[in-house]
């Protein structure tokens, strides 16, 4: 029926349909070998708009027939010859050439830290390598629960009396606490359904403190915003990992959420977010790639423009690598495909 506001007449293609002319046509293994639509690959959305724009309304009326007959043996499959001739190479061509678009994330909003709230004990462990923060967390005790978290208890007389309840009952906490029994404090006293454990944490540039603030304590950040890339005056890359908290008060404060100075002189060479687009060189080859995580420590996850399911083009390079052995350069792709400088 025509569109009421322009007048064009505009017809619906049923999946069946556009499935059995893709793969009459060819089309299906422009995207991989097995014959049938590569749902993995971004791109199929525009192998089906070829096939659909090229779907007479003939072609659906031929086919709804012979479907609805298909059992008697005196139908014939209709004819459906492609468009032209070298529609399967002009497609596989043309869906080379494609670069998906991807919608970036620099929204401040979402989860600002992890639900598990830890209150900080004041004790400090340290190794030859490392120093270590204790802290306690509540948990609740079920078939989850395993042997090490027995003995992290943290009050001593509930401790003890959970690990003798779970050696009178087979030992293994998995099994002991299956049956939603729990042990009592004291013969009359209430039942241990919960213990606060006490957690042994690594301290990174004095991790407790970067932790965000709970009202009991203190909790894991939530998602990171953005990376920062720099390059220092030594010449090396340096960078910094944004949590969504801290965006969130640079927000409040009113201040840029993206640094592009820092005080000690450092270069300022591009910001990533969860979308953004990355030109790299691999294999002497130029590759688009699109960032899908930034962990604290830097790394950044970047897949293939056109995967959907990333499995087999994931990666996680360092700062370092994306700028110096990839030469990595943010880019702008528009909702067409059209590739841009990001002038970050």
Not at 39 to 49: E, I, L, M, N, T
Not at 231 to 237: A, D, K, S, V
């Amino acid at each position: 029926s025509p569109d009421e506001t322009t007048g064009t007449v505009v017809q619906a293609v049923s999946g069946r349909v556009t499935a059995h002319l893709r793969r009459l046509w060819g089309l299906n293994n422009i995207l991989g070998d097995t014959g049938e639509k590569n749902r993995a690959d971004h791109r199929h959305h525009a192998v089906d708009a070829l096939t659909v724009a090229c779907t007479h309304p003939g072609m659906t009326q031929k086919l709804s027939l012979y479907w609805k007959d298909k059992d008697n043996p005196r139908v014939q499959k209709p004819n459906l010859p492609p468009p032209w001739e070298t529609i399967r190479n002009d497609a596989e061509e043309a869906v080379q050439a494609i670069v998906v678009s991807h919608r970036v994330r620099k929204k401040v909003s979402g989860r600002l830290h992890e639900g598990t709230i830890y209150g900080d004990t004041g004790e400090e462990e340290t190794t030859r390598n490392m120093t270590y923060r204790y802290v306690v967390t509540r948990e609740k005790i079920d078939d989850k629960f395993s042997t090490q978290k027995l003995e992290r208890i943290r009050d001593n007389t509930i401790g003890r009396i959970v690990r003798d309840w779970a050696n009178e009952h087979g030992g293994d906490p998995k099994k002991a606490f299956k049956n939603s029994s729990y042990p009592m404090l004291g013969d009359h006293g209430p039942e241990i359904r919960k213990v606060r454990l006490r957690v042994k944490r690594k301290i990174v540039k004095q991790q407790i403190e970067t932790m965000a603030k709970a009202s009991t304590g203190y909790a894991d950040l939530g998602e990171n915003h953005h990376i920062a890339i720099y390059r220092l005056l030594t010449g090396r890359i340096g960078h910094d990992v944004v949590s969504l908290l801290e965006a969130s008060r640079r927000l409040q404060r009113r201040e840029p959420i993206v640094r592009r100075e820092r005080d000690d002189g450092a270069q300022f060479i591009m910001s990533l977010s969860k979308g953004d687009s990355l030109q790299v060189t691999e294999d002497n080859k130029i590759k688009i790639r699109i960032v899908r995580g930034i962990n604290k420590n830097g790394q950044v996850t970047i897949v293939d423009h056109y995967d959907s399911t990333p499995k087999n083009t994931r990666n996680s390079p360092r700062p370092k690598a994306i700028i110096d052995k990839h030469l990595g350069k943010k880019i702008s792709v528009d909702p067409v495909g059209r590739i841009r400088p990001a002038n970050d």
